[in-house]
Each structure stands twice: as structure tokens, then as C-alpha cells.
């Protein structure tokens, strides 16, 4: 499935409306596993989407160009969020070496080649900088109710949660430890604490719900409803999360690998970026 499948304006409302917050103690151990300290630091964070993490970032004195190749998505973004965005590729940053103190993939890392945007990350951060992926995720174990509606979500084609046969965070740990990067990973847990229509409008925004036509995620939904009413008659929900976080810090005399082949233009958009950069 492609990330374009939130390149509509439904669906990126409906990511922007309900998708969760990262918890405070996300960024504390983001910043105790890096050892970037956030007061005046630079980051990009790649797969910005409508701008939550950039957001979480910002608040925490963090200057940060946001990244992402979703237009819709970044209309959002740019409409409540008073930071740099670029329309790009995270497998390909239009930005110059070494600049970065923080790369940052908050729920986005899954869509890029593995291999390719590691070493952009790498590229752009400074030595001694860091590179970090974080996934927001419902914590099944801890209620049979939602573990019990991810046994139905199960069903959809597309389909990717813990209800899913050998199921797991996506590899990023793996790929920054394999170029090179001194990586620590950790779990952060938490709860939400929402009403039912929010949960509704959040599981829209999924890429399996959103890849549906509308009307059969209208049925899916009210099907939903119905079940989750029934555990939730006052429609406010107490939801167990948790999340992933994998940091990956460049060293002092970290050796880059062999350039890949750059698309053509890409050294010219170098350029164009840099004056935006050191304006942010």
C-alpha cells in the first residue's frame, strides 16, 4: 500500500482531527537516548503528516523543518503550524549534510525504503547527531475489549496490528544499527483517554480503513460503534497505548557509506534549501 492513500482530504482531516498525541514521556526518553538536548536544537522530521510530532518538538524549544511528500497532508500542517514544511521525499532530503542535530520519523518510517532513507538521515545529521523512529500503538494485551476489536480489524485486507500472525514494530533499529549508528530502543506506555466518535474518526485515518471506499468504511465504522458502545455506554473510552522508540546516534568519526545516485536535481534543491534552513 502506498502513503498516497492519505493524500486526500478525508482522510488527512480525519489523521489530524483524531490521530493520538505522543506522551510526555515519549520525548524524555527521546532526549535521555540521544542526548540531544531540545532547547535550540535542529531536527527534520521526516513524514511530518499534519504536524504532530513536529508540534511536540516545537513546544519543547526544538527548531524543526517538517518533511513530507503528502500535499493534503501538509495543507493541514501548514494551517495550524507555525514551522518550516517541505514537500519531499524522505529518501531523497532536499537539504545539506550534516546540518541536523535530531532526524526524526514519528509514525512514518514504514513508508520509506529502508536502506536509502537511513543513509539520507545519516547524511543530514551532524556528527554526534541522532536519528529516531517512534510508532504510537494500542496496547491489546492490556483489554480484551480492544484486543478483541483488533481481531476484527484483523479481517481487512491491509491489515497491520497486533492481531496480526508474527507481527512487529518495523525494523528500524536494525537498519540504523546495520549503517552504522550506536542504537538504544525502548517501550513508553500510556493512556488515552478519548470519546468513542474520536476513536471512530482515528481508525479512519488508518491506511487499511482509509483504502476503503467510503461507504464500506461507513458500515465498518458503525459496526464499531456498536461494539465499543457496549464496553463504553458513556462513550468516553480509557484506551492502554504504548510506543516504540529506536534512537540511533551518529558518531563523532562516523564513515558515511558510498553515495547512492542522487535523482537528478536533487544537488540544485540542496541549494534552494539551504537558505530555508538557516531561516527557520
Not at 542526548?35 to 516545537?58: K, M, Q
Not at 568519526?253 to 535523482?263: I, R, V
Request: some cysteine.
Amino acid at each position: 500500500m502506498s502513503h498516497q492513500v492519505f493524500d486526500v482530504d478525508r482522510v488527512a482531516e480525519a489523521y489530524d482531527a483524531a490521530r493520538p498525541e505522543y506522551p510526555p514521556a515519549l520525548y524524555a526518553a527521546l532526549t535521555e537516548l540521544s542526548g540531544i538536548r531540545f532547547e535550540g536544537a535542529f531536527a527534520v522530521d521526516v513524514g511530518a503528516g499534519t504536524g504532530i510530532s513536529t508540534r511536540g518538538l516545537l513546544d519543547r524549544g526544538v527548531r524543526v523543518v517538517a518533511v513530507d511528500r503528502a500535499a493534503r497532508m501538509l495543507a493541514f500542517f501548514r494551517s495550524r503550524t507555525a514551522g518550516a514544511a517541505l514537500l519531499a521525499d524522505g529518501n531523497s532530503l532536499p537539504l545539506r549534510d550534516g546540518m541536523a542535530d535530531l532526524v526524526t520519523y514519528a509514525q512514518s518510517w514504514h513508508w520509506l525504503d529502508r536502506t536509502v532513507s537511513i543513509a539520507e538521515a545519516i547524511r543530514v545529521a551532524r556528527p554526534g547527531g541522532a536519528v529516531a523512529g517512534w510508532w504510537n500503538t494500542v496496547d491489546a494485551g492490556k483489554a480484551d475489549w480492544l484486543a478483541a476489536c483488533q481481531i476484527r480489524l484483523a479481517d481487512l485486507p491491509g491489515y497491520t496490528g497486533p492481531a496480526q500472525p508474527g507481527w512487529s514494530m518495523p525494523p528500524i533499529g536494525a537498519a540504523m544499527a546495520a549503517a552504522g549508528l550506536r542504537v538504544s530502543e525502548t517501550w513508553v506506555h500510556w493512556t488515552r483517554h478519548i470519546q468513542v466518535q474520536d476513536f471512530l474518526t482515528d481508525l479512519r485515518s488508518h491506511s487499511y480503513v482509509a483504502a476503503m471506499p467510503e461507504a464500506a468504511a461507513d458500515r465498518l465504522l458503525d459496526r464499531e460503534r456498536g461494539e465499543i458502545i457496549r464496553v463504553f455506554p458513556d462513550g468516553d473510552m480509557t484506551i492502554p497505548m504504548r510506543v516504540y522508540l529506536a534512537v540511533g546516534v551518529k558518531s563523532l568519526t562516523h564513515q558515511q557509506s558510498p553515495a547512492l545516485t542522487e535523482p537528478k536535481g536533487l544537488q540544485e534543491l540542496k541549494q534552494l534549501a539551504v537558505g530555508l534552513t538557516e531561516g527557520s
